[in-house]
Every structure is written in C-alpha cells, then in structure tokens.
C-alpha cells in the first residue's frame, strides 16, 4: 500500500514534471515564434528602408545636381550683374563728368547773367538816382512856388482889403481879391482860403453882409428857418415879438405874427407842418399854426423858459431855470417834466437826445420823458458851459463857457482849447470841419478846428459896445448865416466861398495892373487862358 502511494506521488510527480515541461515548451515555441515574427517585421522595416535610402540618395543627387546647376547659372548672372554694374559705373562716372562740365558751364554762365544783372541794377539805381534828384528838384520847386504863390494870394487880399475899408477904387478891390483867390486855389487847398486875410477879402468885396438895423424892439434871442425853404425865416425877441420874414434879392418883407412886451421870448422852433413854437421867459408857450392864429399856453411846473428842443417827432421839450417840461406838439398839453437840483447854464443834442449842463458841472442826457442819464462833464473843459454842440458825422463835442473859452472834444478823447472871445460864448454850430461861434464881446467867428494850429476867423462884428450877440442860425442852404443881437439888429453874412467868388467872376486884373501888382514872377496869359477856360 505504501508501496502503491509512493508509485502514485512518483506518477504525479512525473506528470507534474511533464506538464511544467510542456508548459514551459509551448512558451518557449510561443515566444520565439512572436519573435520571429518581430524579426521579419524588422527585416521587412529594414528592406524598405533600404530601399528608401536608395530612392533618397538618388533624389539627392538629382537634388544636388540641380544646386550645382542652379549655382552655375547664378554664377553665370552673378558674373553678368558684375560687367552690368562695371558698365554702369563707367556711364554714371562718364555722367558726372558731364554733370560737372555742365555744373562749371553753368556756373559761368550765372556769373556772367548776375554780372550784367548787377550792371543793370547799378545803371537802373543811377538812373532812379538822376530821377529822384529830378523830381526833388521839381517838387521844391512847387513847394518854392505854391509857397511864394500863396504868399502872393494873401497879399493880394490884403491889398483888396485895404482898398475896399480906405473907400478907394472898389472894382481894383474886387480884381485884387478874384486874383488872390484864383492863386491861393490853384497852389493851396481849401483850408487856405479860409485864411483871414482871404476870407476877410472875399466877404468885404463880394458884400455879402446885409444888416437891418432896430429890426425888434428887444434883443434878437431866437431864428429859425421855415422847412423847406431858404429865403423864409422866423425871429423872437426879448420885447414880446414874433416876426416873420421873407428874403427876395436881399430885402426882407417882416411880417409882425405877435407882439406883446410883457412876454420875453428866448427861443423859438418851426416843426415840419410849420407851426411856431415860441418860449417866454415868463413861463408861456405862444403856438402860431401856419396860417393861424396866435395861441398862448401858460407851462406848469416850469420856471423861466429858456430854450426849446425836440424828443423824437412830436414831443416839444422846454428848457427851464431848474427844470425841463414836455409838450405835445399835436394836441398841445404837457406830458411830464424831469427837475434839476441845480441851475440849467446850456442845452444842446448828444445821440438824438436833448442834452443839458447845470452850474455844477454835471451833463444830463434826456432818454425818455421819464428817465435821465448824468454824469460829470469833462475834466479838461474848465468854467462853466454856456453853449453846446455835437457833430454825429465827426464825432465831436463842443463846449463854449463863461469866461469866452471853447473847446473841441474829439473821438479819442483829445480836448482842444480855442482863444478868441472875451466874453460868454452864446452859441456853438459845426458845419463840416468848421465850427461857428457868438459872443457877448459882438463877435462871430469861424474856426477851422480840425487844423493843427487853429486860430479865429472873425466873420463879424458888431458896430455898438453892448451889441451882444444873442443867437445865430444857418440858412437851410448852408450858405447864409443870421445873426441877432441885444439891441435888435439882424444880419445876414454871406460864408459860402463859392458864392463869394460867383460874385467876383469877370472882374479880372488887366495887363498893366497885373504886372503892376504881381510883375513877371507869374504868367498873365496863363491866368487868362485858365480863368477864361474855367468859366467855359
């Protein structure tokens, strides 16, 4: 039995043994049959790669054959871009050789070109050398002979003048005085005809002051023109009277429209329909409608009234002591006042707008009938202001005080100082660049007060120490101007030139006068010749 088991373990052990064995042979044959097979994908790997290798290395040389052709062609271009840029070089060096003759040429040629552009700057600048000494010459020459030639004109006038006051023979006067003119016009301008002696000449030989002499009973205190006329005007004065005059050939047919001594007229003013409105010092208004009759209205809150303005079409302004009052120009009633708080000395326009200035030196523009605007009148305006006036068109203001003095304001604020009245300044009007001026010394002047140097041009004088001029106007023309004074004379003064010298025309110096008065320094026949030409 035991005999029978060990049998059995040996047989099982064998069999264990066999079965390892066959095991371990089959993952033996397994194996190696995997690897094999590893072997022959290998090998398979391997002789494609071979014959990869084979097919690379024959591209390569292919590849490498078309470099080297490709690098010989380039070579070959390389070589040729080489003889190109030789070639190239040669012609630019072969260019700038030319260039440069070209450069030196021209060089030469400019030279030559700026030196006969400076021969013919240099001859030009001689010549406008020669021209310029020439026309130097010539224009002192002018200025020698405008000089000399106005001098003459002003001692011609002087002669007239002379022989005009000394009652000697008129009709040299007035050829001595047409021959001043004809020089002072052709060698100066028109300023210089309102020299004194030239205009002093003009006015006396042309007689063109008409006076009429105790026209009123009392001083002349206001004129005024009836609109669209020139040869009808209106006077006031301090004796009650309003008076109406018509000028035909210089003499005057005065109408009597009122008349009462208790009324002291100071002012009057026509409207456009021509109706009279005349103040009294008394505290009336007269109203004369054209063709009516005379209307009194007695002003409220009013005292002494003095002057008379516009506010706009239809509102009368009255200028009292202390206060001013507005009227109805239509309907004839007042429409409110404005008061002062102190004395009113003058009145006059600024901007459309009547304008007054009291005795402490303050201004007041009236911009409503209701509302005023005041302020201090200039610094450089000393004393007070007794008379006013404005030119919009120049942009100056005037003031004429007390003690004689007038000053000129203009735009920048620049303030001129006139000297030539000794007494109250009564009235200021500018024409243009001229500025008229009445005083209580009985003179009437006219300056010229856009000159640098302005000195006065005395247009009148009264023959009576207390002839006090009261007021002046200028006609509608611009050609005459009225003057009234305290004892009631009225005159009319020609200040038109041009109509001084219409009066003058034809009364020429002959031959033998003018080379008594003037000799050969001036042409007669020129004179003549011009004269005669112009007047044609």
Not at 87 to 99: D, G, N, T
Not at 212 to 227: V, Y
Request: some cysteine; glycine content about 6%; hydrophobic content about 35%.
């Amino acid at each position: 039995m035991k005999e029978l088991i060990r049998k059995n373990m040996l047989w099982g052990l064998a069999c264990a043994v066999l079965g390892t064995g066959c095991a371990l042979g089959f993952g033996f044959y397994y194996f190696e049959k995997e690897r094999t097979a590893e072997l022959e994908q290998q090998l398979a790997e391997l002789s494609k790669k071979e014959h990869r290798a084979v097919i690379d290395q024959s591209i390569n040389k292919q590849m490498e054959e078309i470099a080297y052709e490709q690098k010989r062609i380039s070579d070959e271009r390389t070589e040729e871009a080489k003889k190109q840029a030789e070639i190239a070089e040669e012609e630019k060096q072969r260019a700038i050789v030319a260039q440069n003759q070209a450069k030196a040429s021209e060089e030469v040629a400019r030279k030559e070109r700026d030196n006969a552009e400076a021969q013919s700057k240099e001859a030009k600048r001689q010549a406008e050398i020669a021209n310029d000494q020439r026309k130097t010459a010539e224009l002192n020459k002018r200025v020698a002979d405008t000089l000399s030639y106005i001098a003459l004109g002003r001692s011609l006038a002087s002669m007239a003048s002379n022989q005009y006051q000394s009652g000697g023979n008129k009709e040299l006067a007035k050829r001595l005085a047409y021959t001043s003119y004809w020089f002072t016009k052709t060698y100066g301008n028109r300023n210089d005809m309102y020299h004194f002696s030239e205009i002093q000449a003009l006015m006396e030989v042309s007689e063109g002051k008409h006076s009429w002499n105790r026209l009123h009973k009392g001083g002349i205190t206001g004129i005024a023109f009836i609109p669209n006329t020139n040869n009808e005007l209106v006077t006031v004065s301090s004796y009650g009277e309003i008076f109406r005059h018509v000028n035909q050939d210089e003499k005057l047919k005065t109408k009597s429209l009122f008349a009462n001594s208790n009324y002291d007229f100071r002012s009057v003013y026509v409207d456009p329909a021509g109706t009279i409105f005349a103040a009294s010092y008394t505290g009336q208004l007269v109203v004369i409608p054209a063709n009516g009759k005379a209307e009194s209205i007695m002003l409220t809150d009013i005292s002494h009234p003095k002057a008379l303005d516009m506010f706009g079409d239809d509102i009368l302004v009255v200028v009292g002591e202390r206060s001013v009052v507005f009227m109805n120009t239509k309907t004839y009633e007042q429409q409110g006042a404005l008061h002062f708080n102190a004395k009113i000395t003058a009145s006059g326009r600024i901007n459309k707008h009547p304008y007054i200035f009291d005795e402490q030196g303050n201004t007041h523009e009236i911009v409503s009938v209701n509302k005023m605007e005041s302020r201090r009148k200039p610094n450089a305006v000393k004393g007070i202001v007794t008379a006013f006036a404005r030119s919009d068109n120049k942009g100056i203001n005037t003031y004429g005080t007390s003690d004689g003095k007038i000053y000129v304001e203009e735009k920048n604020g620049k303030v001129k100082e006139l000297l030539g009245h000794r007494s109250r300044v009564t009235r200021l009007k500018v024409n243009g660049n001229q500025l008229y001026s009445s005083s209580y010394d009985g003179k009437m002047h006219l300056w010229l007060y856009e000159n640098e140097k302005v000195e006065p041009i005395q247009l009148f004088q009264s023959d009576e120490s207390d002839g006090w001029i009261r007021y002046f106007n200028i006609d509608n023309k611009k050609t005459h101007l009225w003057s009234g004074d305290n004892n009631g004379n009225l005159t009319e003064t020609l200040v038109s030139v041009d109509l001084m010298v219409d009066r003058l025309k034809g009364h020429l110096l002959t031959e033998e006068q003018w080379n008594n008065y003037i000799g050969k320094s001036a042409s007669y026949q020129m004179f003549i010749n011009n004269v005669k030409g112009g007047e044609k």
